[in-house]
């Protein structure tokens, strides 16, 4: 009986001591769970956008305050030809951005939460890319200087290395990211993209003292350096194929054009552009007022003369950009997935915007009062750059209705697609309209040109009131059947593949 008691005791024992063990460990685990602190992402890419759209924007200031050092009376094409090598790296470094910015795109919308440690790698590779717009300048001041291609390449070397690791600590936990995410091949293709990077850009740095032009196209192939990854993870595929995916072709072609993603961060993205660009010519009035060259009795008003030509391309810049962005709103409103073919034709028409002030600078500078072939030369220009970007809006709507049905919220009728078209159709219309009236002398002068853009957004009040008549009139609603969630043909044998990445 004894033996009994005491076999029962030390079981009792050793329960306590297991149970003991476990509560040490729950409350270990819990511990663990608040220190590790685990944030949502949102907000990291909403400030990650931000920094992005000013580093877009920044890029063009080299361009812009170019045009204060173009002589008067001298050609303006001479001058804009002389400039041949900042519209390059302006193009260049754009796309450069703009493929880093997509990156960090992929990176973080299959994550849910992130830690402290992937919060400050994700800073410092925004510090890393805010370098860019003055590693262009300085490759325009001295793009014939091999250290200037090596130091702009070393910049991508780290920005790669950056890369790697917010990938490897974003992804090394499971909760983490979101459900139904192929963790593996995630990771597979944004490790390739980032080591291609990497590749690319140390070639280039240590080729660039031997062949500056062999340097920049190597580091110009890394402006594919997406596609080379999705080529990786279509090898990939061979040897695990997708259930969904039977051919390695069809599966490629998903990856390179039908992939689609979530459109709000282009819209941060978009948004970001189009503010800073607008009031980008208000640094001119502000430096004007800042540095006055007479501050005596009476000067303010010779001081607002002088600068009645920039506060005239104020306006038509801001009114431009302003109703440039309201048909983009207009476009994107009802989008809820983007294709790769939208969003290069988003990222075409950001390309343009940024070189408005250019534009409304280089009619500021070549206004004269009487008239002057330059001064319709300026005019041209800054037309062609807003014809460029109306046109590439209106391929981005006509992208987002292929397939809408895939692509759309809400489809609509025929009353809402004349009206998205009406308002697409109104800058090109009236730079063509400009362009070619600038080809005869005499007949419209830059303050006139500047005039009819401000001007426009009433045209498009009188659109809107034309279509709001018709549609009373008519008893036609604008939204007028809605997409069938279910419909078989919503792309369901793609949305394993849209969740990998």
């Not at 990497?198 to 340097?215: D, E």
């Not at 709103?329 to 990222?347: A, D, E, G, M, W």
């Not at 915007?353 to 600078?361: A, D, E, H």
Request: proline share 3%; glycine share 4%.
């Amino acid at each position: 009986m004894a033996t009994s008691d005491s076999t029962g005791q030390a079981t009792l024992t050793t329960s306590s001591t297991i149970s003991t063990e476990k509560s040490r460990q729950v409350k270990a685990s819990d511990q663990s769970e608040r220190f590790h602190r685990f944030v949502s992402v949102e907000r990291l890419g909403a400030y990650s956008d931000a920094v992005f759209s000013i580093i877009v924007t920044f890029m063009i200031i080299p361009l812009s305050t170019s045009v204060e050092d173009f002589q008067i009376y001298s050609d303006v094409k001479d001058n804009l030809i002389a400039e041949w090598h900042l519209f390059f790296i302006y193009i260049v470094c754009y796309f450069f951005v703009f493929s880093l910015w997509e990156h960090h795109v992929r990176v973080y919308e299959v994550v849910e939460h992130v830690g402290d440690v992937v919060i400050v790698l994700n800073v410092i590779q925004l510090l890393a890319a805010s370098m860019l717009p003055f590693l262009g300048a300085l490759l325009g001041d001295y793009h014939e200087d091999p250290l200037a291609t090596v130091v702009f390449s070393l910049d991508f070397v780290a920005i790669a290395v950056l890369q790697l690791l917010s990938v490897l600590f974003a992804y090394r936990r499971k909760k983490m990211m979101r459900d139904n995410i192929n963790k593996r091949e995630a990771v597979i293709e944004l490790c390739s993209s980032s080591g291609i990077l990497l590749c690319l850009s140390m070639v280039s740095a240590a080729i660039a003292f031997l062949n500056t032009t062999a340097a920049w196209v190597i580091l110009g192939l890394a402006l594919f350096a997406d596609t080379f990854s999705i080529v990786v993870v279509t090898i990939y595929q061979r040897f695990h194929p997708h259930e969904k995916y039977h051919t390695l072709s069809r599966y490629l072609a998903h990856r390179l054009i039908t992939t689609r993603s979530n459109p709000d961060r282009t819209k941060n993205l978009t948004d970001g552009v189009f503010a800073i660009v607008a009031t980008l010519i208000i640094l001119d009035l502000t430096n004007a007022a800042a540095n006055p060259s007479d501050t005596g009795p009476g000067s303010i008003k010779s001081e607002l003369q002088d600068d009645k030509e920039t506060f005239f391309s104020y306006f038509a810049t801001f009114s431009t950009v302003g109703m440039i962005w309201y048909v983009h709103y207009t476009v994107f409103h009802p989008i809820q997935k983007l294709s790769r073919i939208t969003s290069l034709c988003n990222k075409w028409v950001l390309l343009f915007v940024g070189v408005l002030p250019m534009g409304f600078k280089l009619i500021s500078k070549y206004s004269t009062d009487t008239w002057d072939a330059d001064e319709n030369t300026a005019v041209q220009f800054n037309c062609a750059i807003i014809f460029g970007a109306s046109i590439c809006q209106l391929l981005t709507w006509l992208s987002g209705h292929w397939k809408r049905e895939k692509h759309l919220h809400v489809g609509y009728g025929r009353i809402h697609v004349y009206w998205c078209l009406a308002l697409l159709l109104v800058y090109p219309t009236i730079s063509l309209l400009l362009f070619l009236i600038a080809f005869s002398p005499s007949t419209l002068d830059a303050n006139a040109v500047q005039a009819i853009q401000i001007s426009v957004p009433a045209l498009f009040c009188v659109i809107k009131m034309c279509f709001e008549i018709y549609v009373h009139k008519a008893g036609h609603a604008y939204h007028t059947e809605d997409i069938d969630e279910s419909d078989p043909s919503d792309g369901n044998d793609e949305a394993s593949v849209d969740t990998n990445l």
